[in-house]
Nanobody, 119 residues
Framework: QVHMVESGGELVQAGAFLRLSCLAS????????MGWFRQAPGKEREFVAG????????TFADSVKGRFTISRDNAKNAVYLQMDSPKPEDTAVYYC????????????WGQGTQVTVSA
């Protein structure tokens, strides 16, 4: 079983800088495409950003394009989400997830880290 732990979430003011980290328990994690999701109060969980297993391709939700960056360091079993100029509407619990074969679905999830952005 792959275990993932998110960290880096905190209370910040709008326009501050944050980097969230997702660390996996084993290197098998490096074979999976990874994604970041978030869930705000009263909202459904939504996709934020994704990255291929090799780190060669990334995708972003329209709401965060130009502000967030996803990256990975497979040597450290880690995936990162850089949040540049976060806004109050970015307030949510952020989760990392691993997309696995053969279903090609996000099957493994971390417990989440809270990000709160004040005006």
């Amino acid at each position: 079983q792959v275990h993932m732990v998110e960290s880096g979430g905190e209370l910040v003011q709008a326009g501050a800088f944050l980097r969230l980290s997702c660390l996996a328990s084993e290197r098998t994690f490096n074979n999976y495409a990874m994604g970041w999701f978030r869930q705000a109060p009263g909202k459904e969980r939504e996709f934020v950003a994704g990255i291929t297993w090799s780190g060669g391709s990334t995708t972003f939700a329209d709401s965060v394009k130009g502000r967030f960056t996803i990256s990975r360091d497979n040597a450290k079993n880690a995936v990162y989400l850089q949040m540049d100029s976060p806004k109050p509407e970015d307030t949510a619990v952020y989760y990392c997830a691993a997309k696995v074969a053969p279903t090609l679905t996000y099957a493994y999830w971390g417990q989440g880290t809270q990000v709160t952005v004040s005006a």
